[in-house]
Each structure stands twice: as structure tokens, then as C-alpha cells.
Nanobody, 115 residues
Framework: QVQLVESGGGLVQPGGSLRLSCAVS????????MAWHRQAPGKQRELVAI???????DYADSVKGRFTISRDNVKNMVYLQMDSLKPEDTAVYYC?????????WGQGTQVTVSS
């Protein structure tokens, strides 16, 4: 069973930055597609950013130019650097690992953007 543990969430003012981290307990981490999703109150969970095993990345239009996803295949970590945060970025952020159509989720970390 793959386990994922997110960290780095918190309260930040609009325009601020946060860096989320996700630790993955999988020795073959490098072959997994990794992603960050988020779910705001009363809304469906949505994909925020994704990075493949080869390092290709993509983003939701709402975060392009502000968020950056990265991975460290030595440390089994994936990160989400979030800059220029807006109140509408407030949500629980989840890390997901996918391989051969099977997905594993972390427990989530709360991000609140408010003055």
C-alpha cells in the first residue's frame, strides 16, 4: 500500500506564497505520475497540477503562471510551490500518486488565503 503524507498548508494573506510537500512511501516512486488536487467547501475536487514520471507537467488554467509542481525522485517527494495566492485558492489540497490506473491519495492539507 502506497502512503502519502502532505504538509505545508496554513493561513496566508492574498498575494503570499506557500510550498506544499508530499512524502511518498514507495521505493519505485520515480515511475508514478504525481498530482496535486484541491477541494473547496461545497465544490468538487479538481486537478491543480500534474507531473509525469518523465518530468512533464501541466496545470489547471486557474493556477498557470502562479503554481509550480516539482518532484525529487531521490527523496520520494513532490512539491507544489504556490505564489500570488488568491482567496479562491482556499481549499484542502491533496497529493495523488497514480500508476497503471490505480490512484493513491494523501489525507490532505488545508490552505486558507485570507486577510
Amino acid at each position: 500500500q502506497v502512503q502519502l503524507v502532505e504538509s505545508g498548508g496554513g493561513l496566508v494573506q492574498p498575494g503570499g506564497s506557500l510550498r506544499l510537500s508530499c512524502a511518498v512511501s514507495e521505493s519505485i516512486f520515480s515511475i508514478y505520475t504525481m498530482a496535486w488536487h484541491r477541494q473547496a467547501p461545497g465544490k468538487q475536487r479538481e486537478l491543480v497540477a500534474i507531473v509525469t514520471s518523465s518530468g512533464s507537467s501541466d496545470y489547471a488554467d486557474s493556477v498557470k503562471g502562479r503554481f509550480t509542481i516539482s518532484r525529487d525522485n531521490v527523496k520520494n517527494m513532490v512539491y507544489l510551490q504556490m505564489d500570488s495566492l488568491k482567496p479562491e485558492d482556499t481549499a484542502v489540497y491533496y497529493c495523488k500518486a497514480t500508476r497503471r490506473g490505480i490512484g493513491y491519495w494523501g489525507q490532505g492539507t488545508q490552505v486558507t488565503v485570507s486577510s
